[in-house]
T-cell receptor
């Protein structure tokens, strides 16, 4: 069963609005990630965090920001939404490694489909 | 650096036919490899994974994949396609426990009745 939750599932918002996409997990995983995915396209890592108060930018430059104040919560914020931000945003976690292997793969949320008009 | 290549952005098969989705990786060390499935407007769901040990890996929904180091491949197969298999499939790798998966560009599977 899914233990990672993203809200809202769908969001249509006007240009210039500030938005926050929520991602919460109940598994206690330290590592969390945000991916951006255009329809039918590949995934691009935009942010990741390996623990509380630790955030890094990913491979794809993004105008969004993230915070990690609590282990279970990893919200993504756009200060001023633009039509170019229209995309699907996927949150994922990675469990603590056993003996350093880390070979468990991501658990993904259901995603937030954002449309900026 | 690790890279993952999926051959064929779109594969069509008839219902009941063999499904073969191709994935090749490049890595200087044996990687961890994964296949994910994504249904429309959903997140990604783990199908199966290769870490160490047996090179033939069985996953959910009747899928399996074989790790072939000599060919640097991790192709996904299913003996008989169902309509419900129509989805996007992503191959991913994690080289040397980096905790960041590298994804292929995805293959859209269509199943023709």
């Amino acid at each position: 069963e899914a233990d990672i939750y993203q809200t809202p599932r769908y969001l249509v918002i006007g240009t210039g609005k500030k938005i926050t996409l929520e991602c919460s997990q109940t598994m206690g995983h330290d590592k969390m990630y945000w991916y951006q995915q255009d329809p039918g396209m590949e995934l691009h890592l935009i942010h990741y965090s390996y623990g509380v108060n630790s955030t890094e930018k990913g491979d794809l430059s993004s105008e969004s920001t993230v915070s990690r104040i609590r282990t279970e919560h990893f919200p993504l914020t756009l200060e001023s939404a633009r039509p170019s931000h229209t995309s699907q945003y996927l949150c994922a976690t990675y469990p603590p490694s056993a003996g350093g292997s880390g070979a468990y793969g991501y658990t993904f949320g259901s995603g937030t489909r954002l449309t900026v008009v | 650096a690790q890279s993952v290549t999926q051959l064929g952005s779109h594969v069509s098969v008839s219902e009941g036919a063999l499904v073969l989705l191709r994935c090749n990786y490049s890595s200087s060390v044996p990687p961890y490899l994964f296949w994910y499935v994504q249904y429309p407007n959903q997140g990604l769901q783990l199908l199966l994974k290769y870490t160490t040990g047996a090179t033939l890996v069985k996953g959910i929904n009747g899928f399996e994949a074989e790790f072939k180091k000599s060919e640097t491949s991790f192709h996904l197969t299913k003996p008989s396609a169902h309509m419900s298999d129509a989805a996007e499939y992503f191959c991913a790798g994690d080289g040397a426990g980096s905790y960041q998966l590298t994804f292929g560009k995805g293959t859209k599977l269509s199943v023709i009745p």
